[in-house]
C-alpha cells in the first residue's frame, strides 16, 4: 500500500478488541503503582463514610468505623475482616448484599431475556415452513371447497331445470316477447 493511501474501515471487532486491550493495560498500570505516601485508608478510621470512600481502593465498615484496605485479591471482602451488610465500597448508600441481591437479579432477567428471545426466534423461523398437519388441515379445507363448488353447480343446473319446466327460466332480455 502506498504512503498517503486510504486504508478500508478497521472491522467492529478489532476496535473492541483494541478498546479492551487499553482497558486491560491501563488496569493493570493502576493496580501495579504504588498507594501516595500518608494515603493509607487505615488513616480515615474514625472519621466519615465520605472521607474513607474518596480513596477508591478504602472499603468502609460500618459496624466499627473502620476504613479498610480493599482486599483487591478476593472479589468480595471476607468476612472476617467485615460483614457484607456493613461493608461500603464506592458509595455509603449501597452494601454489599444489596448489590449481589440487585446484580443477580439483573443478570438472570438479562439471560431470561436472552432466553425469551431466542426461543420467539426459533418458533418464528419454525413456523414459516408449514408441518404435515398443516398440509393435511389445508388439503381437507381445498376438497372441502370442491366439493362445495360442485354442489353449488348440482343444485343450480336442478334449479335451472325446475324454471325451465314451468316457464319460469329467466331470458337474457325480459322485453324480448313483446
Known amino acids: ?17 483494541g478498546g479492551a486491550a487499553l482497558l486491560l493495560l491501563l488496569l493493570l498500570e493502576a493496580a501495579a503503582q504504588d498507594p501516595p505516601p500518608g494515603a493509607g485508608c487505615s488513616q480515615n478510621t ?42 461500603r465500597w464506592g458509595v455509603c448508600w449501597v452494601n454489599f448484599e444489596a448489590l449481589i441481591i440487585v446484580m443477580s437479579v439483573l443478570g438472570g432477567s438479562a439471560l431470561l431475556s ?45 334449479h335451472d331445470e325446475i324454471r325451465k319446466k314451468y316457464g319460469l327460466f329467466k331470458e337474457q332480455n325480459p322485453y324480448a316477447k313483446f
Open 1 to 17: 500500500m502506498a504512503l498517503g493511501g486510504t486504508r478500508g474501515p478497521t472491522p467492529r471487532w478489532g476496535l473492541r478488541l
Open 46 to 87: 474514625n472519621k466519615s463514610c465520605e472521607e474513607c470512600l474518596k480513596n477508591v481502593s478504602c472499603l468502609w465498615c460500618n459496624t466499627n468505623k473502620a476504613c479498610l484496605d480493599y482486599p483487591v485479591r478476593k472479589i468480595l471482602p471476607p468476612h472476617s475482616l467485615c460483614e457484607l451488610s456493613s461493608a
Open 114 to 158: 436472552v432466553v425469551v428471545c431466542c426461543c420467539c426466534c426459533h418458533r418464528t423461523k419454525k413456523s414459516r415452513k408449514p408441518d404435515k398437519s398443516d398440509e393435511r388441515a389445508m388439503r381437507e379445507q381445498e376438497e372441502r371447497r370442491i366439493r362445495q363448488e360442485e354442489r353449488r353447480a348440482e343444485m343450480k343446473s336442478r
